[in-house]
């Protein structure tokens, strides 16, 4: 026999985001709340008076975060599907709550009412879903993670691109690490063919897209 309604539980840290999404989907005749909570370390137990379908969690709460609850909820409660939260689609972030836990969705919080019905939808019939600036962001966190494994930069090389970042010329570079100016020269070189860049201004972007500085 096919279940009726969705069940869904939400934790938040912020109370005003729990009143949003239970009166976004109140009334919806797919889904019914068996409970919201601002306290996460309480949820895993919650669960045990609440039978859940899908939690939804925010990523960054200060009791217990995400990641840590999601991997908690499934220990004790592997059935239940974890849709992520958040005001952030940082690939980091992204990947801690894949790789911590066994979510199957990760949603920015200014998605509209639409897409998330279909992503519970989809999460509560056994797929995943990803908001489309979060597959983004995973694409691109990927592609920097290649460029910078590709890059292998010495700890020289990186002490180098730092004082660079900082303004200091060839000349400042030699006194402030002891060695000649020669030898900068020649790990600039390095380093611009390493990162595939010509230009000051690329080589700075560079080394903030890939967290060297």
């Not at 952030?88 to 990760?106: F, T």
């Not at 519970?120 to 990803?130: D, P, Q, S």
Request: no cysteine; glycine share 6%; hydrophobic share 40%.
């Amino acid at each position: 026999m096919k279940k009726d309604k969705i069940t869904l539980a939400l934790v938040d840290d912020h109370q005003i985001v729990i009143d949003g999404l239970t009166a976004l989907l109140k009334g919806h005749d797919k889904f019914q709340f068996a409970f919201a909570t601002t306290n996460s370390s309480e949820v895993v137990e919650m669960m045990n008076d609440n039978p859940v379908d899908v939690l939804l969690t925010d990523v960054m709460m200060p009791k217990l975060p995400g990641n840590e609850l999601a991997k908690q909820v499934k220990e004790k409660h592997p059935n239940v599907k974890i849709l992520a939260l958040s005001m952030s689609g940082q690939g980091d972030m992204v990947n801690e709550m894949i790789n911590d836990a066994d979510i199957s969705g990760y949603v920015l919080k200014n998605i509209g009412k639409q897409e998330l019905i279909t992503a519970l939808e989809k999460i509560a019939g056994g797929g995943i879903y990803f908001s489309e600036e979060v597959l983004d962001e995973m694409q691109r966190a990927g592609q920097r993670k290649k460029q910078n494994e590709e890059a292998h930069l010495t700890d020289r090389e990186k002490q180098i691109v730092r004082l660079i970042e900082k303004d200091l010329n060839n000349k400042q570079i030699a006194e402030t690490l002891f060695i000649s100016e020669r030898t900068v020269e020649t790990h600039r070189k390095n380093i611009f063919r390493k990162t595939n860049t010509n230009s000051v201004i690329g080589l700075v972007k560079y080394a903030y897209e890939h967290r060297l500085i």
